[in-house]
């Protein structure tokens, strides 16, 4: 409930829906219930929280290659 406080209190609508998703969810006995939910919002979560790679390693190899390249055609 604390990062419902540190949230914008102008988006008023989406504290509501967090509210009401987490209400329902302490309701949840079930485990199998609570197995599909927990890994609904681990994915959920996981698609918003990964970091995207700046630049692939074979980007950085084809560069190196070329800057090879282009150092051996001065010497």
């Known amino acids: 409930m604390k990062e419902l406080d ?5 988006d008023l609508e989406h ?8 209400h329902y ?5 079930s485990p199998v219930y609570l197995d599909i939910v927990d890994r ?4 959920i979560n996981s698609d918003f929280t990964l970091p995207q790679p700046s630049v692939s390693f074979k980007c950085s190899k084809e560069r190196l290659d070329q800057i090879q390249l282009h150092k051996g055609n001065i010497i």
């Open 15 to 22: 504290v509501l829906d967090i509210e009401e998703a987490l």
């Open 25 to 29: 969810y302490s309701r949840l006995k």
């Open 6 to 10: 540190m949230m914008d209190s102008g």
């Open 40 to 43: 609904f919002f681990i994915d």
